[in-house]
């Protein structure tokens, strides 16, 4: 299924489909700029971004500490407003939204995985998957369906009823994604999302990850310090001094 | 979201930490508990009070002669009543039952017992105006009443400690110097302001005037409004008929006294509503301590959650969603603690009741009062923590350690 990709990496892992460049733009950003403090803590943390990004696409966004990446990724979830510039998501107009909106944009659309897991404290793996849905206001039974789906996808059905500190931190973070993928968003936003896993648990989370890109269809977006994960993406986007200054696969981008 | 699923989340969120949410409504339940408390026994005491002097008789009023107080306090020698005055009230007072008494001690002797205790001189309208019923034997007949006849109804005390289980019907007991025989027992009456309403002898008023005291003086008319509502027309009546038939001139004081025992009674009652307010005021501001309580502990619970909330928020919290949920919180705490409250203060003050002899009155008003005043401290204390929540950065709180 992957051998026409496979060519490119060595073939020890899988690797996203390529998506079409006919693919409908998913977000459409142009001159995006993000100011911060004033004085002395001024920071010019986006100079400009102009980026498109496709239904399907797996996208590493990469840089050095410093480089814009997070800030970008705070404005790619909707997190934050942009000080200046466009952001179209399908088509919708992001900038002028308010706090709520942005909210329910997020709840519809936008996912996250984090680097530290970030589930709830104390609550099952189940009632974490099922957090989305409640506030979509999907009725019990159906959270529930959904949730068990959601676990058993990501391999976790028989843990359901453990917390998270009753799991690995590779379980957590399948967990984490089995969360992200229950309101069946648009785009994912992953935060270094194998950053504090080992090298066998982060190659299963990025198997799992690119599976479900192949497979779904899904939109992710994947800040990454390390080369070997962002070989698993399709494309990868190199951040420095507030500017995408280098656009493309990962063989073009990182060599 | 749904109100049901914040509930139930804020339900979540208590029960992972029950000795938390238990020591953060223990203010509420304090203070709920010794409103509740206090606001009963307060009542319990009214009651009883009003129970005590319900059981003098109805609308009752009770003649006496010389003025209630005079210059400096002392009481002013008057010259007392007689018959012909409980008579003249009886036929110019419409609507009245009228009871002359004249009251001694004496010691009551039977067999190789004896017993001091006060004997009331009385006509058959004494036992309606008093409202004492004859539990065995018979009241007075007319010939008896007119010929001083030896002839007494006993108190269940006197009855008892003279008597223990035997038959008093009959017997003949020694009163002061004279031999009488009884014809019969009252029933038990409840306790008057600590003392014994069961301890008494009753005898035809002649023969107490006649043979025990030796004058011809009613010390005391007891007179009921036949008619409810119209004590104090009464009242005002016998005052003027008074006033006439002792010559007082108009302007000058009256050298008589008509007490009205249900204003006595109101008065107390009075008295015990002020006290019941203060303790109950002192108690409501336990509460208001115990909402600081829960404004502390939440506000330390949202700090101590803020990767919580960011999480809610990236997820697609709203802003007024997570107040919500922190509002939720506080409110089921603060009524929770509420509910425990108002079940220890009920407790309580039912065995408190019991522990004191008092009739115990549940008082559903302030029960409702003490549970809306329990969720109102959660809104009020539990605003501010959770407006603090609702308005986190998302950004800022993901990144909280």
Redesign the interface.
Known sequence: MNAAVATARPASHSVAAPVAATAPALVRIEGLHKVYGAGDTFVHALRGVDLTLREGEFVAVMGSSGSGKSTFMNMLGALDRPTEGRYWFRGVDVGPLGRDERALLRRHYLSFVFQSFNLLPRTTALENVELPLIYRGVRKAARRKRAMEMLAMVGLADRADHTPAQLSGGQQQRVAIARALTADPALILADEPTGNLDSARSAEIMELLVRLQRERGLTIAMVTHEPEMAAYAGRVLWFEDGLVKRDGTPAEVLG | ??GW?TFV?AL?AIT?HKLRAFLTALGIVIGVGSVITMVHIGQSAKQSVRDQIASLGDNLLMVRPGAGRGPGGARSAASGFDVADAEAIAHQVQGVNVAPTTSTNALAVYGNVNWPTSVTGATNAYFEVRDHAVAEGRLFDESELKAAAPVCLLGPTVKGELFRDGDAVGASVRVGKLACTVIGVLESKQAMMGSDGDDLIVMPLRTVQRRLVGTNDVQMIYVSALEDGTTARVQEDIERLLRERRRIRPGADDDFSVRDMKEIADRVAGTTDVMTALLGAIAAVSLVVGGIGIMNIMLVSVTERT??I????????????VLMQFLVESVVLSTLGGAIGIALGVGGSFLATEKLALPFVLVPDIVGVAFFFSAAVGVVFGFVPARKASRLD??EA?RHE
Not at chain 2, 310 to 321: L, T
């Open positions: 979201m749904s699923n989340m979540r992972r990767r919580e960011g999480i809610r928020m990236a997820i697609g919290a709203r802003g007024r969603e998302p950004i993901l």
